[in-house]
């Protein structure tokens, strides 16, 4: 999962700083959420699916289909 959020992060070219502000939370947090040592809000899950345009489903490694559920 935690693989997954940084590759639609650099795909998109953006900062852990940039996706901090965009979930309201400081980059270490957000960094944490990268690694693993800090478990994500589902809150901030549904931001990151809606912003990537994906599932959670595929945010969190439940299916490597990328498209979101109508």
């Not at 935690?2 to 992060?9: E, F, S, T």
């Not at 940039?18 to 270490?28: C, D, G, P």
């Not at 549904?46 to 990328?66: C, H, P, Q, R, W």
């Amino acid at each position: 999962m935690y693989q997954r959020l940084r590759d639609l992060r650099e795909d998109k070219d953006l900062t852990q700083q940039e996706l901090a502000t965009l979930l309201k939370v400081s980059q270490t947090t957000y960094s944490r959420y990268e690694s693993g040592g800090l478990d994500i809000p589902s809150s901030s899950l549904i931001k990151l699916a809606e912003f990537y345009k994906t599932s959670i489903d595929y945010l969190v490694g439940l299916t490597n289909n990328k498209k979101p559920y109508r």
